[in-house]
């Protein structure tokens, strides 16, 4: 296979692996989607590419988007418009997954702050406070500046009483729906799969070690675990009722209660090197699957990987010890972890055993290129610090 990495940062760490052949920067797809659109597409075009695989929601909206522009160019590693609307949408989701009797977090969507505080009363404190969709692409132009579409942004966020809910949900009124949920405590869980038209064909299962924020995030640092087959068979039933092709986590949270579904990760997870080092090939089997098809007859699912993997992601990692060394009781209703925890952390970032997302003897110009990156974000921080 030969590799052209896109990104719209000048220094994306993608840029410098020794397997890359071609580079192509795009416009901040969150600003500019269609310009990015048409880079791409011209790429697609100048460098003869056969599939595209977009990763971030960003860039993944305008291209669903822009499907049609595609045909007869290149292939685009997508699930069904359909299907992708409904990961996106975590309403749809859950009510996708109660009707199919998979365990979901006591829920209501809300449109303003006196709905918002009746539901965190009937639910009880604390709740987790969700945009109905985490990103949305909005086509129309903006009549005072005449800019194009943009790509808007949403994050989660966490209330244990009725002011910090009513600061939170008035930054959302208006421009998204609100979820109000129950906050779960537990382990977070990862489903990995690869999917042919609501058939799966690979799985994994990976756990959260840690996570930013500490509330429950983007995993720093995770480990490969063997498939719980109860969690499986959730994952299997939700991506097969939405005809699912290509890959998709999903994510749930292991408490004392039990397990619970948290979301639905349509695209490529943060985490995925974690399933590459123990043995799952997902990006050669996304590859072959979009290019080549899979076969009409049964194929038998492989679950074949090795079992205590470590991984982290450096720059989240960082982020972690960070927190944990500040102290912050940011959120009164959760333990933070301790001073000596962030130390032992600290001090087990140079050991190999835990494994790198990026960092690899093989291929070790990214891992540079990544850690460059974060001694310039903090070193940012530390200046605006001061």
């Not at 595609?70 to 989701?93: E, H, I, N, S």
Request: with cysteine; charged share 25%; hydrophobic share 40%.
């Amino acid at each position: 296979m030969e590799v052209v990495a896109a990104d719209e940062l000048p220094r994306s760490p993608g840029f410098y692996s020794r397997y890359t052949s071609e580079r192509v920067r795009y416009p901040p797809p969150a600003e500019a989607p269609e310009q990015a659109v048409a880079v791409l597409l011209g790429a697609a075009r100048e460098l003869s590419v056969d599939l595209i695989v977009p990763v971030t929601d960003e860039i993944i909206l305008p291209l669903s988007e822009a499907r049609a522009h595609f045909a007869g160019v290149c292939r685009l590693a997508l699930p069904g418009m359909q299907a992708l609307a409904t990961a996106l949408d975590k309403r749809a989701t859950l009510e996708l997954a109660e009707g199919l009797d998979i365990p979901v977090p006591r829920t209501a969507l809300v449109a303003n702050t006196d709905e918002a505080l009746a539901a965190a009363e009937d639910i009880g404190w604390p709740v987790v406070l969700k945009p109905q969709s985490s990103r949305v692409y909005r086509r129309e132009q903006d009549p005072k500046t005449g800019e194009q579409g943009k790509v808007a942004a949403f994050g989660v966020s966490y209330a244990a009483g009725p002011e910090t809910l009513t600061t939170q949900v008035g930054r959302l009124e208006g421009r998204s729906g609100v979820l109000v949920q129950e906050y779960c405590t537990g382990t977070g869980i990862g489903i990995e799969l690869l999917m042919d038209r609501g058939r799966p064909l690979a799985a994994f299962q990976h756990r959260r070690v840690r996570e930013v924020p500490i509330t429950g995030g983007a995993s720093s640092y995770r480990d490969s675990v063997p498939l719980d087959p109860v969690l499986l068979d959730h994952a299997v039933r939700l991506l097969g009722a939405l005809d699912w092709t290509g890959l998709a986590m999903v994510e749930f949270k292991a408490g004392n209660t039990g397990h619970t579904l948290m979301e639905v990760n349509g695209r490529i997870w943060g985490s995925l090197p974690l399933a590459v080092k123990a043995g799952m090939d997902f990006p050669a089997r996304l590859v072959d699957l979009c290019l080549n098809g899979s076969s009409n007859a049964r194929v038998r699912l492989d679950t074949a990987y090795e079992v205590g993997v470590r991984s982290r992601n450096l720059e989240l990692e960082t982020m972690w010890i960070g927190s944990a060394l500040r102290r912050g009781r940011r959120y009164p209703f959760l333990e933070a972890p301790s001073r000596r925890e962030a130390l032992r952390v600290a001090l087990r970032l140079l050991n190999p055993a835990d494994g790198y997302d990026v960092l690899s003897r093989d291929d070790p110009r990214p891992g540079l290129a990544e850690i460059a990156q974060i001694i310039g974000k903090i070193s940012r921080k530390l200046r605006r610090g001061s």
